[in-house]
């Protein structure tokens, strides 16, 4: 009750400082997301600013909580309608990116008026407690933003079966949020699941191929393909398969791999021996089922790669669109190429799994594009650029086994962290005819 009656514009001015802080420890934090969860210093850099600007995103939403207000059917009554807070949120994350995904959940939050408490991933415990040192330096309340370190079954399942808990907002594998949605759903609370993706890429006949093949690289092996949004299949047009392939092999090879502290290192290692040994089964099941490897494969073991979790940029090629590395999220550096005949057959085999989280198009041709962005099956679409993100003031999240229904960042937190209350008042001081008497 505390915190929802502190006004909007004053919640945000706190999440202003929020922002100020990220930013003025930026090399602290980017260093410790690096240690803590082995990505580049580029791409932690990137993770931290984005933080920031989620911070700086909510901070101005203070002043724009708006509702609507119109006309009532009836004279002298006011209609329209506020956001109101939720409540107590239950915020759930994962470790790729252990401290934006924080800030998609905790900042709307903030700014709606409901407090929160966060359970981060046990594989990056120590940037979420960064974040709440700043968060209380910036002035947020105690009890307002509270943080729960545990393991998923134990900390993560106790807060969700938590009786307080009014929302349950969860970034993580499709399998959790699915028990999630299942252990709330008697209550009937709100629940937010972004979950996993098997994001496709395809190649038309016209695309620019060196562009297209930079930008397949980089949207699979950067992380090391640990991303929701990795592009982990391309369908590439028949008559340029050979070439686009070699292209891609040939860049795929070069990447250096190594740890995220080195500055030249392009793919981090796997976060963890259990994730690798994950990566590494699903090459063997690919093998299995008939796909070949045309790059990579293997786990780095000589010399000081024996002492992390590091995996060789890989390739599958011979991919046919039911076999498992085509249909399951492996989160990994490895990505299965697959051909169409046309752009219908394209078309298929994009949309050809049960995920929808992101997909890009490579073409030239403006009504070839046009048509792919009507019929592609996902929340995010790009053309001609990789399978990324998305910006902190556009709604990003998925369809299918990527979602449910709910979108993070943008106006999408903002829904997502209020109700709505619609409001009346009558100053006429006489009962009027109702709305229902008038209609009958
Ligand atoms: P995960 O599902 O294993 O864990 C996510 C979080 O849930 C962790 O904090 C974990 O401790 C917790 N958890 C695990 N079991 C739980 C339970 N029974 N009850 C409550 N909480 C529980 O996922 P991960 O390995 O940390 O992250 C990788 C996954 O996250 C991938 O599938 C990836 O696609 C997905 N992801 C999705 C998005 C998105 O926006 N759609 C963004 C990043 C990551």
């Known amino acids: 009750p505390t915190w929802s009656a502190v006004r909007?514009?004053?919640r945000g001015r706190i999440l202003q400082r929020i922002g100020q802080l990220i930013e003025s420890n930026k090399d602290a934090l980017v260093a410790l997301v690096v240690r803590e969860m082995g990505k580049t210093i580029k791409e932690a850099t990137g993770e931290v600013q984005a933080a920031a600007?989620?911070?700086?995103?909510?901070?101005?939403?203070?002043r724009r909580l708006y509702g609507v207000t119109t006309q009532s059917e009836l004279v002298d009554r006011n209609a329209e309608t506020r956001r109101v807070p939720l409540g107590v949120c239950a915020l759930i994350t994962p470790w790729n990116a252990p401290l934006s995904s924080i800030a998609w959940k905790a900042f709307p939050a903030l700014v709606c008026g409901d407090t929160a408490?966060?359970?981060?991933?046990?594989?990056s415990p120590a940037t979420a407690d960064a974040l709440m040192r700043l968060a209380q330096e910036a002035g947020v309340p105690p009890g307002v933003l509270n943080l729960v370190q545990g393991l998923g079954e134990e900390a993560g399942e106790a807060l969700v079966r938590n009786p307080g808990i009014d929302l349950v907002s969860f970034t993580g594998s499709t399998e959790v949020g699915t028990h999630i949605n299942q252990i709330c759903a008697p209550r009937?609370?709100?629940?937010?699941l972004e979950m996993g993706g098997k994001n496709g890429v395809l190649v038309l006949s016209d695309a620019n191929l060196d562009h297209a093949v930079n930008c397949?690289?980089?949207g699979a092996y950067s992380m090391a393909g640990q991303r929701c949004a990795t592009t982990s299949r391309v369908i590439v047009h028949e008559s340029l398969a050979d070439e686009f392939t070699k292209r891609l092999v040939a860049k795929a090879a070069a990447l250096k791999v190594g740890p995220g502290t080195q500055p030249d290192t392009m793919v981090c290692p796997i976060v963890n021996r259990s994730q690798l040994q994950r990566v590494a089964g699903y090459i063997e099941i690919a093998e299995r089922e008939g796909a070949r490897i045309?790059?990579?494969?293997?786990?780095?073991?000589?010399?000081?790669?024996?002492?992390g979790c590091f995996f060789e940029p890989t390739i599958l090629v011979d991919v046919r669109p039911e076999m498992r590395i085509a249909q399951e999220e492996i989160f990994g550096p490895v990505l299965s190429v697959m051909t169409c005949r046309d752009f219908e057959h394209g078309i298929e085999l994009i949309n050809g799994t049960n995920y929808g989280l992101t997909a890009s198009v490579f073409?030239?041709?403006?009504?070839a594009a046009m048509r792919a962005l009507e019929r592609i099956h996902a929340g995010v679409v790009y053309v001609n650029a990789p399978t990324f993100g998305s910006e902190v003031h556009m709604p990003f999240g998925g369809?299918?086994?990527s979602g449910n229904g709910h979108r993070e960042a943008g106006m999408g937190g903002i829904d997502m962290f209020s109700e709505w209350k619609t409001i009346y008042v009558d100053y006429s001081d006489q009962m009027q005819s109702t709305l229902l008497k008038d209609k009958k």
Do not use: W
Request: aromatic share 8%.
């Open 8 to 10: 909007a514009p004053a």
């Open 294 to 307: 045309a790059c990579g494969g293997h786990v780095l073991e000589q010399g000081e790669y024996a002492k």
């Open 53 to 62: 600007d989620m911070a700086f995103f909510n901070a101005g939403e203070g």
């Open 363 to 367: 073409t030239r041709d403006v009504s």
């Open 117 to 123: 408490v966060i359970k981060p991933s046990e594989d």
């Open 399 to 401: 369809y299918g086994l």
């Open 216 to 218: 397949v690289v980089s």
């Open 188 to 192: 009937r609370i709100r629940v937010s």
